[in-house]
């Protein structure tokens, strides 16, 4: 009789057009808490880019409640491991939603996970974003409670390969790329840069994903005569067909995702990644820019923490504070199709940690601005080139 009463006194409140308390509406919201949640690969080789961006959302998290939380109320994050395996995701995206009962997502894990848990998210209609994957399918169509905080591959790889392609005019091309949608995405990027730059291909090839010898695709490069080559790999397979060509004497400019610009990849490349270049919307740590996130990350994260830092930090903090300031401007009424909303009208939001990030009610693909980096093996990262 008592929840009938309630729920009879909400309804009236409502058909008065007075707002009812968010945490009499919505799951994850009480009056002193907002609990979010991220599905990530915390464990196995992804958790390089996992625990990373996992530490950048706990920074957010931090400064956040350090200024008070959001409306008095204080953020809590939990976090579920999937190990990269698309049916450990839907199982923890499950239990963020049901048993934890989270508000929102900083994450949905990558291409394959994010695919495979998609019709949860869109069931639930819960706030969620994507700044480790941004494949297609998170945006094209437009999903009103899916924010992908990244660039389109297929984008990002045509814009390398078109700045690689004037640095290094009227070379012949190599192309190597994995057999799954990440390097469909690859080579439609590099078709598009050669079919616009008239660049001349010479090697193409598919391999196998989670394929570690590529002595033999490596050596049909250097028999084909390519003088530049477009490495499609994700993080270890790249570092192998650098590490391969400076093996067999054949030092050519190489061409690697974004998704590689971390420095333990760096670090495994060595000398051998003195002609390694790639694109980036993510500011470097040695950045002007960059100065005050590299700060807050000092303020927040133990010593052990600072060491496991990666660029996937970076876009890990830049999301859940483009979530966070749709959170704010909802006020005390916190709701998910109030935050949907929100998000969608974030524009040119200055984080500190990358190129301003923008949404719209038909575009929840960030794509921020691109710049050219180039690997230095004496520093093991990478370096700005004008």
Known sequence: MKHKLLRLAAASLLAAGVAVPA???????????????????????????????????????????????????KLRLVSEDDGYVPSRTIQGVRKLLNSDKVFAFTSISGTAQAQAAMSLFKQAGVPAMAPITTYEGLYKPTIKNVFAV?????????????????????????????????????????ERAAKEKKLELVSSQIFKKGQSDFSSEILKVKQAGAEALMAGGVLGENVTMVKELERIGHKIPVGVTYVSRVPASAKMMGSAGENVYTVDYV??????????????????????ERTRV????????????????????????????????????VSKLETGAMTPISFSATNHLAAPKLFLLKADPATSTYKLMQ
């Open 310 to 345: 990666n660029r996937y930090s970076f876009t890990g903090y830049a999301a859940a504070r483009a979530l966070f300031a749709a959170m704010e401007r909802c006020g005390k009424a916190l709701t998910w199709d109030c935050t949907n909303v929100e998000l969608a009208k």
């Open 283 to 304: 500011y470097l740590e040695s950045a002007p820019e960059a100065k005050g996130f590299m700060e807050k990350l000092d303020r927040h994260l133990s010593a052990e």
């Open 150 to 190: 990244g660039y389109d591959m297929r984008e990002a790889v045509y814009g390398l390969v078109v700045q690689m392609a004037e640095r290094y005019p009227g070379k012949k091309w190599a192309l190597i790329s994995q057999d799954d949608d990440y390097g469909e995405n690859v080579r439609d990027g590099f």
């Open 23 to 73: 945490s009499a509406q919505q799951q994850g919201v009480t009056d002193t808490e907002i609990v979010i949640g991220d599905i990530l690969p915390l464990t196995g080789p992804p958790a390089m880019l996992g625990v990373a961006h996992n530490l950048g959302v706990k920074v957010a998290v931090a400064e956040a409640n350090a200024n008070g939380g959001i409306h008095g109320r």
